[in-house]
């Protein structure tokens, strides 16, 4: 039975009231745009390359640093899932994206009523299809209902549209897919990490975000305004934190760094 990790508490108080004596005395202004969040755990470890960073070089150095990743099969990822997005209240249980729906572990496949592997980052935009890597990337890859995976299909993201069958609240319309609220920052922080980890420079293509929907399969997945919004609207929650740990510490040893800091979405874009 896995246990729900509580993350180190992160020392803010007597971090900021440093800082802010030190900032005082020997740093310039820090601008909106400037990529310097609350002290986490992992910014003098895991992340220290690419504090104070911003744009392309913040983009750069995150790159770096994720890419170092131990990779799973496609099929390692159904028992990844149950332990991933194990529902903190029934160890029984997983909880779909999209619908907030806690399903029995044990109906994982492909038919009604069961919950299967969704690719947030729908895996035709850029044709990397399960293969190991982006097509296997626990990051961006969720449980879902057969049905509402269906749905969504490699649809875009962007607000608006007709609701959802026993989506939770999210909406669909003929080139757009809008999670319900409570998921949208998460759908977010996953597509963002895709267009960080996946360059084009270790033979797949090059992902990134657009203000396009229909996409289609080229390597791009819309709309980049609305997903920087999601982000905003919905920070990351204990679960969405507990999910980053259990991958960093079980699976993949790395981290999405827009869960650590949701701060750096607008100082890359």
Known sequence: MLAIRIRRPRRRILALATAAVLTALTAPTLTAADATATTADYDT???????????TSLKSSLHTIISSQTKISYSA?????????QDPNNSNNVILLYSGVSRSKSLNGGDLGDWNREHTWAKSHGDFGEATGPGTDLHHLRPS?????SIRGNLDFDNGGSTVSNGGGSLVDSDSFEPRDADKGDVARMILYMAVRYEGDDGWADLEPNEKVNNGSNPYIGKLAV?????????????EENRNQVIYDDYQHNRNPFIDHPEW???IW
């Open 227 to 239: 997903l920087k919004a999601w982000n905003d609207e919905d920070p990351p929650s204990a679960f």
């Open 265 to 267: 979405v607008e100082a």
């Open 77 to 85: 990822v159904w028992n990844a899932l149950k332990a991933t997005d």
């Open 45 to 55: 470890t895991y992340y220290k390359n690419a504090i104070g960073k911003t744009g």
């Open 145 to 149: 209902d057969v049905q509402v995976n």
